[in-house]
């Protein structure tokens, strides 16, 4: 049986990279005793798979990874179990059991929303927003994708599915997974460049509110939809 | 701890931020504003060095566990933090509170290693604290030092106020205690470091004075207070089971370099090679309740997460219990998914049938420190190994499924000869014979064999102290010598060699049997750059060869330089419990190449006996 976890990340744990994340709750899952499922052979390891990774310095209330576990007390109570054991900045928001044959978290994936502001000492981030929907309202937003490899011109505005200026900062919606992974930096450095202003990655504190699935209707819903709450029998 | 020291701007900016923001699983915290001592535990190396580190582990969980101390930690900014702290003259701080630790009461170094005095040097600089203990303040943390190296604390007794001298376990309390009495009654420094100097196993090196012979040996070492003893005192608990081991050691979130669960099932070692530290200064042996053991690793897998649990001890196939400890783990741990990381035990059918229970033959291999490749060398450095029992046990793992061999050696030994350093290849060479009796249809491939050589560096404390270590030529001249000798074996390709680094080795050299004239030099290099010296991408050789010219220091005097038994030592003021005497008989012994027996195979009156307790006493009711 397969069960979805929904975390936070917040605070200093923004330094903690996707790799060590991955650690902190392997072991988090032992000091919790869950009955999670392992590998065979000498080195067993947890089945355990990561939605979409987030970058360092980026904080986040919607990141989610999937368990493959022996046996299941109650969403309530694992959600509890794992929050005794959690370090301040991660908490433990909910967990599902995936229906029978759900896909992967990882391959689910299709999109995330983001709250932008500006970092102390940056400004503030309502320079910003009296041209965002001037910059939005584009045809095309092009942009240099830079890779390990190669530069590429592209066109991202099919992939921002929502970009608006809210109270607290700059709001966006964009396509997440491992076809058309946009990061929110990279939509503000087109956003800077359309601004003629210098892009500095610093200036910009990137906050992830949630990550997405498509259900069958094509709607984009929160990932702990492909399951459900369990209890005590 | 919401409040980081540095900004998010610095942390973007350097490579593994999480190594300055503290907050790890089961760090503690405590209010300030209620606790009477502030003590900063420092290991002055990289962050996953230091984490990997137990001592610091047991001192971190045995101050927190007295209410009016926060013990908190801090280790060496890596180079490119390191720049830029300096260049906007930010504190070093502690990891906890993020406080600087120059408002600390204690900044305690642990000394692990002689190539990390620079970097303790970074440590006080960083932290804005001077770097000479007599120019500090008031206000300063006080600086003590502990671990291995403060056995001979000489090259670096400029540096620190006080020194401990032994096992972090038995004083400390005692110690805070006179630094609390002193700050009531409105105390000065000076008058608390008087204090301590009252207490046994601390040593305050302002409080002594040594005078040299022209010819730079020591003429005398005398105390210049009268509240320094004469002689200080190693400090070694002898109720081992009572002693608070930490349940809940801290989880660093990025990969240390020892990522798991530890059990220190012993202290010291019953072994007697004579070129081993360790084996003395932790001396008298001391075990673990076996039950104890099993119910550590049970507490401390639940409260880590870890998925390895390991042993610590120097000699773990010593061990009484360690049938029953291995049984339970492989059954507990088999239940929780853990993997066992069995320590180098010696090659015998026991340990054959855990490691295959364990671990997968085809990726893992057999260790052998056999240390010296002739029988007449091991004899002169007392490793109870013989050829035979190498060979037995090694044909017990060919015929096992093993085909991998690792030997660790050493060059350089006291009286080595030509003959002893062919028997290093011979010796691997023989193993390959052995292994190719074996039926082909009963072996899987070829035997691979891997022989490492370190340099041999005289410590202090040990039969060979007084020993001449050869010189960087020599050291490689000889390795090259037995590498054209590995290329002369029939199964040459089966067998492989390589050795360490001569130059930090005569590093080592000098600082372990150095003595106060090398402080000066140790400022300089660190002036001048040299930092994180025990990696060897850091290491700058000119840097030192400049500061010990500078200084005139004579690098063979430290090195080179056969000592006479009557000659006054740097560290002959501290009193580990083994007699000099002892030490002298075994450097007799040593040339002649006698062997002494271990100690559960009968005493040799080392003297540790009067500590009262451990292996001098066992079976002797």
Same mark, same amino acid.
């Given at each position: 049986?397969? =069960?979805?976890?929904?975390?936070?990340?917040?605070?200093?744990?923004?330094?903690?990279?996707?790799?060590?994340?991955?650690? $902190?709750?392997?072991?988090?899952?032992?000091?919790?005793?869950?009955?999670?499922?392992?590998?065979?052979?000498?080195?067993?390891?947890?089945?355990?798979?990561?939605?979409?990774?987030?970058?360092?310095?980026?904080?986040?209330?919607?990141? $989610?990874?999937?368990?493959?576990?022996?046996?299941?007390?109650?969403?309530?109570?694992?959600?509890?179990?794992?929050?005794?054991?959690?370090?301040? *900045?991660?908490?433990?928001?909910?967990?599902?059991?995936?229906?029978?044959?759900?896909?992967?978290?990882?391959?689910?994936? @299709?999109?995330?929303?983001?709250?932008?502001?500006?970092?102390?000492?940056?400004?503030? =981030?309502?320079?910003?927003?009296?041209?965002?929907?001037?910059?939005?309202?584009?045809?095309? =937003?092009?942009?240099?994708?830079?890779?390990?490899?190669?530069?590429?011109?592209?066109?991202?505005?099919?992939?921002?599915?929502?970009?608006?200026? *809210?109270?607290?900062?700059? $709001?966006?919606?964009?396509?997440?997974?491992?076809?058309?992974?946009?990061?929110?930096?990279?939509?503000?450095?087109?956003?800077?460049?359309?601004?003629?202003?210098?892009?500095?990655?610093? @200036?910009?504190?990137?906050?992830?509110?949630?990550?997405?699935?498509?259900?069958?209707?094509?709607?984009?819903?929160?990932?702990?939809?492909?399951?459900?709450?369990?209890?005590?029998? | 701890?919401?409040?980081?020291?540095?900004?998010?701007?610095?942390?973007?900016?350097?490579?593994?931020?999480?190594?300055?923001?503290?907050?790890?699983?089961?760090?503690?915290?405590?209010?300030?504003?209620?606790?009477?001592?502030?003590?900063?535990?420092?290991?002055?190396?990289?962050?996953?060095?230091?984490?990997?580190?137990?001592?610091? /582990?047991?001192?971190?969980?045995?101050?927190?566990?007295?209410?009016?101390? %926060?013990?908190?930690?801090?280790?060496?900014? %890596?180079?490119?933090?390191?720049?830029?702290?300096?260049?906007?003259?930010?504190?070093?701080?502690?990891?906890?509170?993020?406080?600087?630790?120059?408002?600390?009461?204690?900044?305690?170094?642990?000394? /692990?290693?002689?190539?990390?005095?620079?970097?303790?040097?970074?440590?006080?600089?960083?932290?804005?604290?001077?770097?000479?203990?007599?120019?500090?303040?008031?206000? !300063?943390?006080?600086?003590?030092?502990?671990?291995?190296?403060?056995?001979?604390?000489?090259?670096?007794?400029?540096? &620190?106020?006080?020194?401990?001298?032994?096992?972090?376990?038995?004083?400390?309390?005692?110690?805070?205690?006179?630094?609390?009495?002193?700050?009531?009654?409105?105390?000065?420094?000076?008058?608390?470091?008087?204090?301590?100097?009252?207490?046994?196993?601390?040593?305050?090196?302002?409080?002594?004075?040594?005078?040299?012979?022209?010819?730079?040996?020591?003429?005398?070492?005398?105390?210049?207070?009268?509240?320094?003893?004469?002689?200080?005192?190693? /400090?070694?608990?002898?109720? #081992? +089971?009572?002693?608070?081991?930490?349940?809940?050691?801290?989880?660093?979130?990025?990969?240390?370099?020892?990522?798991?669960?530890?059990?220190?099932?012993?202290?010291?070692?019953?072994?007697?090679?004579?070129?081993? /530290?360790?084996?003395?200064?932790?001396?008298?042996?001391?075990?673990?309740?076996?039950?104890?053991?099993?119910?550590?690793?049970?507490?401390?897998?639940?409260?880590?997460?870890?998925?390895?649990?390991?042993?610590?001890?120097?000699?773990?196939? !010593?061990?009484?219990?360690?049938?029953?400890?291995?049984?339970?783990?492989?059954?507990?741990?088999?239940?929780?998914?853990?993997?066992?990381?069995?320590?180098?035990?010696?090659?015998?059918?026991?340990?054959?049938?855990?490691?295959?229970?364990?671990?997968?033959?085809?990726?893992?291999?057999?260790?052998?420190?056999?240390?010296?490749?002739?029988?007449?060398?091991?004899?002169?450095?007392?490793?109870?190994?013989?050829? +035979?029992?190498?060979?037995?046990?090694?044909?017990?793992?060919?015929?096992?499924?093993?085909?991998?061999?690792?030997?660790?050696?050493?060059?350089?030994?006291?009286?080595?000869?030509?003959?002893?350093?062919?028997?290093?290849?011979?010796?691997?060479?023989?193993?390959?014979? +052995?292994?190719?009796?074996?039926?082909?249809?009963?072996?899987?491939?070829?035997?691979?064999?891997?022989?490492?050589?370190?340099?041999?560096?005289?410590?202090?404390?040990?039969?060979?102290?007084?020993?001449?270590?050869?010189?960087?030529?020599?050291?490689?001249?000889?390795?090259?010598?037995?590498?054209?000798?590995?290329?002369?074996?029939?199964?040459?390709?089966?067998?492989?060699?390589?050795?360490?680094?001569?130059?930090?080795?005569?590093?080592?050299?000098?600082?372990?049997?150095?003595?106060?004239?090398?402080?000066?030099?140790?400022?300089?290099?660190?002036?001048?750059?040299?930092?994180?010296?025990? %990696?060897?991408?850091?290491?700058?050789?000119?840097? %030192?060869?400049?500061?010990?010219?500078?200084?005139?220091?004579?690098?063979?005097?430290?090195?080179?330089?056969?000592?006479?038994? +009557?000659?006054?030592?740097?560290?002959?003021?501290?009193?580990?419990?083994?007699?000099?005497? &002892?030490?002298?008989?075994?450097?007799?012994?040593?040339?002649?190449?006698?062997?002494?027996?271990?100690?559960?195979?009968?005493?040799?009156?080392?003297?540790?006996?009067? #500590?009262?307790?451990?292996?001098?006493?066992?079976?002797?009711?």
């Amino acid at each position: 049986m397969k =069960i979805r976890i929904k975390y936070a990340k917040t605070g200093v744990l923004r330094y903690i990279g996707h790799l060590d994340v991955m650690r $902190y709750f392997q072991k988090a899952i032992r000091r919790a005793e869950l009955d999670v499922a392992y590998s065979q052979g000498y080195s067993p390891h947890q089945l355990i798979t990561f939605a979409a990774p987030l970058g360092l310095g980026v904080t986040s209330e919607g990141e $989610y990874f999937d368990a493959e576990m022996n046996s299941l007390t109650s969403s309530e109570d694992m959600v509890a179990r794992l929050n005794a054991t959690m370090a301040p *900045g991660m908490e433990v928001k909910d967990i599902v059991q995936l229906k029978e044959g759900a896909k992967t978290a990882m391959a689910v994936v @299709a999109a995330s929303d983001y709250l932008i502001t500006c970092r102390e000492g940056y400004g503030d =981030i309502r320079d910003f927003t009296d041209a965002l929907e001037a910059f939005y309202s584009q045809e095309r =937003i092009e942009v240099v994708k830079v890779s390990k490899t190669k530069e590429t011109q592209m066109d991202i505005k099919p992939f921002i599915y929502k970009l608006e200026a *809210g109270e607290n900062g700059i $709001y966006m919606l964009l396509s997440t997974g491992s076809v058309d992974n946009i990061k929110p930096e990279l939509v503000m450095e087109g956003f800077c460049h359309y601004l003629n202003r210098d892009y500095q990655k610093l @200036a910009f504190q990137v906050h992830r509110l949630e990550t997405y699935m498509r259900n069958e209707a094509g709607a984009l819903v929160s990932l702990l939809e492909a399951g459900e709450h369990f209890y005590e029998s | 701890m919401e409040r980081l020291a540095l900004s998010d701007e610095i942390l973007m900016a350097v490579e593994k931020p999480a190594r300055y923001i503290g907050n790890e699983v089961n760090s503690v915290i405590k209010d300030k504003s209620s606790v009477a001592v502030r003590f900063c535990m420092c290991f002055p190396d990289a962050y996953e060095i230091g984490m990997s580190h137990l001592g610091i /582990q047991i001192l971190y969980d045995m101050f927190n566990r007295m209410e009016d101390v %926060w013990c908190e930690r801090v280790y060496s900014p %890596w180079p490119d933090l390191d720049a830029i702290m300096r260049q906007k003259e930010i504190p070093l701080f502690a990891l906890e509170s993020q406080d600087p630790v120059r408002e600390f009461d204690f900044l305690g170094i642990t000394l /692990q290693y002689e190539m990390c005095y620079t970097n303790i040097l970074q440590i006080l600089d960083l932290s804005q604290i001077p770097l000479i203990a007599t120019e500090r303040g008031e206000t !300063d943390p006080i600086v003590i030092g502990g671990g291995p190296c403060s056995y001979n604390p000489e090259p670096i007794a400029d540096f &620190f106020d006080l020194f401990y001298i032994g096992e972090g376990e038995t004083v400390y309390g005692q110690l805070l205690d006179a630094y609390k009495e002193n700050q009531k009654k409105g105390g000065t420094r000076y008058q608390f470091l008087e204090m301590a100097a009252e207490i046994e196993g601390i040593y305050v090196p302002q409080f002594y004075d040594v005078t040299y012979h022209e010819d730079g040996t020591i003429q005398s070492f005398e105390p210049n207070n009268p509240h320094a003893k004469r002689k200080i005192r190693k /400090q070694v608990v002898m109720d #081992f +089971d009572s002693v608070p081991y930490p349940m809940k050691p801290i989880v660093p979130y990025i990969k240390a370099t020892q990522d798991r669960v530890t059990l220190e099932i012993q202290r010291g070692c019953i072994r007697g090679c004579r070129f081993c /530290q360790a084996g003395a200064i932790y001396r008298p042996t001391r075990e673990k309740n076996v039950e104890l053991m099993k119910q550590y690793a049970l507490e401390m897998i639940k409260n880590t997460g870890h998925e390895e649990i390991t042993l610590s001890s120097l000699s773990s196939s !010593d061990y009484e219990g360690l049938p029953e400890l291995t049984e339970f783990l492989i059954e507990e741990m088999g239940k929780l998914k853990v993997n066992i990381a069995l320590p180098s035990l010696r090659i015998d059918s026991f340990s054959l049938d855990v490691m295959k229970r364990v671990q997968d033959i085809k990726k893992s291999s057999l260790t052998f420190a056999a240390e010296a490749g002739s029988q007449r060398l091991r004899n002169v450095i007392n490793k109870g190994l013989t050829e +035979d029992m190498i060979r037995e046990g090694a044909m017990k793992a060919f015929q096992g499924g093993w085909n991998k061999v690792k030997f660790y050696f050493m060059v350089g030994l006291p009286t080595e000869t030509e003959e002893d350093l062919k028997a290093i290849p011979e010796l691997c060479e023989q193993l390959a014979v +052995d292994y190719y009796t074996i039926p082909k249809e009963e072996r899987i491939g070829k035997v691979s064999i891997t022989a490492s050589s370190s340099f041999f560096v005289p410590k202090p404390f040990t039969p060979f102290q007084w020993a001449s270590m050869n010189t960087e030529e020599e050291f490689l001249e000889k390795a090259h010598f037995v590498k054209d000798h590995f290329f002369q074996q029939k199964n040459r390709k089966s067998l492989s060699y390589r050795y360490h680094d001569a130059d930090l080795t005569i590093m080592e050299g000098i600082f372990a049997r150095g003595d106060r004239k090398l402080a000066p030099a140790i400022l300089q290099a660190y002036r001048n750059g040299c930092m994180f010296d025990a %990696w060897h991408e850091m290491f700058h050789q000119e840097i %030192w060869d400049q500061a010990f010219e500078d200084h005139k220091i004579d690098i063979d005097f430290y090195t080179h330089r056969e000592r006479s038994v +009557d000659e006054i030592l740097p560290w002959d003021f501290i009193d580990i419990g083994v007699t000099k005497q &002892f030490f002298i008989r075994e450097w007799e012994r040593a040339k002649k190449a006698e062997v002494t027996p271990n100690c559960k195979q009968k005493c040799s009156g080392c003297g540790a006996a009067r #500590f009262g307790g451990g292996v001098c006493f066992e079976n002797k009711n």
